[in-house]
Nanobody
Framework: VQLQASGGGLVQAGGSLRLSCTASGLAFSSYDMGWFRQAPGKERERVAKIWRNGGTSYADSVKGRFTISRDSAKSTLYLQMHSLKSEDTAVYYC??????????????WGQGTLVTVSS
C-alpha cells in the first residue's frame, strides 16, 4: 500500500493550494480518508476527514476555508485550501482508515508534503 501526497509549496497568506494524495495497493473506495498536519513543535492534528459515503468533517480551525474531496475513479484524495494563514504552515499527511475503526486508529499514511504560508 502506498499513499503519495503532493501539492505542497510556498504560498503567501491569503493564497490557495490544492493537495493531492494518490493511493495504490488498496481498495480506495472502501476506506475512509483523512488529512492531517503537523507544525514544528506541535502535535499532529486531524484537519479533515471524508467517509466512504462522502460525508465530511473538519477541524474548527479550517472550516469554511478547506475542502476535502475524493475521486474513487482516480484513487485520489484532495484538500483544497483557501485563505491560507501563517498558522496553516505544516507538513500535511494523508491517511486511510478501514471502516468502523476507532477514531484515532489509521491504517496507512502518506509521506507528507510541506505547506509554508508566508505572511
Amino acid at each position: 500500500v502506498q499513499l503519495q501526497a503532493s501539492g505542497g509549496g510556498l504560498v503567501q497568506a491569503g493564497g490557495s493550494l490544492r493537495l493531492s494524495c494518490t493511493a495504490s495497493g488498496l481498495a480506495f473506495s472502501s476506506y475512509d480518508m483523512g488529512w492531517f498536519r503537523q507544525a514544528p513543535g506541535k502535535e499532529r492534528e486531524r484537519v479533515a476527514k471524508i467517509w466512504r459515503n462522502g460525508g465530511t468533517s473538519y477541524a474548527d480551525s479550517v472550516k469554511g476555508r478547506f475542502t476535502i474531496s475524493r475521486d474513487s475513479a482516480k484513487s485520489t484524495l484532495y484538500l483544497q485550501m483557501h485563505s491560507l494563514k501563517s498558522e496553516d504552515t505544516a507538513v500535511y499527511y494523508c491517511a486511510s482508515q478501514r471502516p468502523f475503526r476507532p477514531t484515532s486508529q489509521w491504517d496507512y499514511w502518506g509521506q507528507g508534503t510541506l505547506v509554508t504560508v508566508s505572511s
